[in-house]
Nanobody
Framework: QVQLVESGGGLVQAGGSLRLSCAAS????????MAWFRQAPGKERELVAA????????NYADSVKGRFTISRDSAKNTVYLQMNSLKPEDTAVYSC??????????????????WGQGTQVTVSS
């Protein structure tokens, strides 16, 4: 059974940093695209970052380029999202997703095969 479990969310002041983790289990993800989405209250879910596990080629939303970094640790089967220079507008529930045949440029949640439950990130001003 495939599971994606996020952790690392919390409350941080503007300008601070957080690192989110997505522990993946249940299969080998070397042929998958791994992604982080976020959804703020009253807003649509949006793609934050995506990465092809095998090559580490990645794609970022314009709003986070230069501030966020997606990475993976194959030994731990874990994907990370390092978030620096956080802004109040980054406040959202962040969720991990995995898609076998999904392009790293796909911003459609339904294009992914597996999803985590999400972790709350709150950035205070």
């Amino acid at each position: 059974q495939v599971q994606l479990v996020e952790s690392g969310g919390g409350l941080v002041q503007a300008g601070g940093s957080l690192r989110l983790s997505c522990a993946a289990s249940g299969r080998t993800f070397s042929s998958y695209t791994m992604a982080w989405f976020r959804q703020a209250p009253g807003k649509e879910r949006e793609l934050v970052a995506a990465m092809r596990w095998s090559t580490a080629v990645s794609n970022y939303a314009d709003s986070v380029k230069g501030r966020f970094t997606i990475s993976r640790d194959s030994a731990k089967n874990t994907v990370y999202l390092q978030m620096n220079s956080l802004k109040p507008e980054d406040t959202a529930v962040y969720s991990c997703a995995a898609g076998r045949d999904t392009s790293i440029y796909s911003s459609t949640w339904s294009a992914y095969d597996y999803w985590g439950q999400g972790t709350q990130v709150t950035v205070s001003s």
